[in-house]
């Protein structure tokens, strides 16, 4: 990871939270704060990891969409969640200060704060468990990629999957937005359908794969799917 993306990456995670309390247009939002907070830790904990711990996995994050020989559709579905997570996190902001939509009771910003604990444990492990976790579904056969069965990935098959869920479920949630809540059930459901192209493509090119869903049954949702 070059010098200029690190510093990239870091006035990310200051300027995600800046830009949801500006866009509201109340610093003293409180959920705004919690939820800046919690995204900014996340993402500097990952990153953090990442850069000194498995910096192979860190370039190949940020490895560029059409570079693995991945298929138009999924380079299709990656653009298209990649615009819904913009409007995931412009949304909820916006909802908040010109109304567009019912604000939601105390009750939902309550659950959706809990939420976000299962989802920042998923994401974070789904990386250090996983040295493998491209963005781009590819087989990374210059990496050695092998299946990886231990820890979260012992739980589901798609562990940073199901905190990405949590995390669009919660954020609106916690900070009242009904529109943003639906801009998140949007990603997700791009998420489910990546789902099923990928695990094509595993089953057929990654060795152990096959045999790896059998032994995990269960793609996002323990005892569900």
């Not at 690190?6 to 003293?28: D, R």
């Not at 916690?174 to 089953?203: C, K, P, T």
């Amino acid at each position: 990871m070059t010098t200029l993306k690190f510093v990239g990456a870091i006035a990310y995670l200051a300027g995600v939270p800046a830009l949801c309390l500006f866009l509201s247009g109340n610093w003293q939002w409180r959920e705004g704060w919690i939820f800046g907070a919690w995204y900014a830790a996340l993402c500097g904990l990952c990153l953090g990891w990442l850069y000194f711990k498995d910096p192979a996995l860190l370039a190949e994050r940020f490895r560029k969409p059409g570079t693995g020989g991945e298929t138009r559709s999924d380079m299709v579905l990656l653009l298209g969640i990649k615009l819904g997570c913009i409007a995931w996190l412009l949304v909820p902001p916006l909802d908040v200060r010109f109304g567009w939509t019912p604000h939601l009771p105390r009750l939902c910003e309550i659950a959706g704060g809990i939420l976000l604990l299962p989802a920042g444990f998923f994401f974070f492990r789904a990386f250090t468990d996983n040295p493998y976790l491209s963005q781009l579904v590819r087989i990374q056969a210059e990496r050695g990629q092998r299946v990886v069965d231990t820890g979260v990935y012992g739980v589901v098959r798609h562990p940073m999957y199901l905190g990405a869920g949590l995390m669009f479920l919660g954020s609106p949630l916690l900070l009242g937005s009904l529109a943003g809540l639906l801009v998140g059930l949007g990603v997700i459901l791009l998420l489910v359908v990546r789902i099923f192209g990928e695990e094509e493509l595993l089953v057929h090119d990654l060795d152990g794969y096959r045999a790896y869903r059998q032994k995990v049954r269960y793609r996002l949702l323990p005892r569900l799917w």
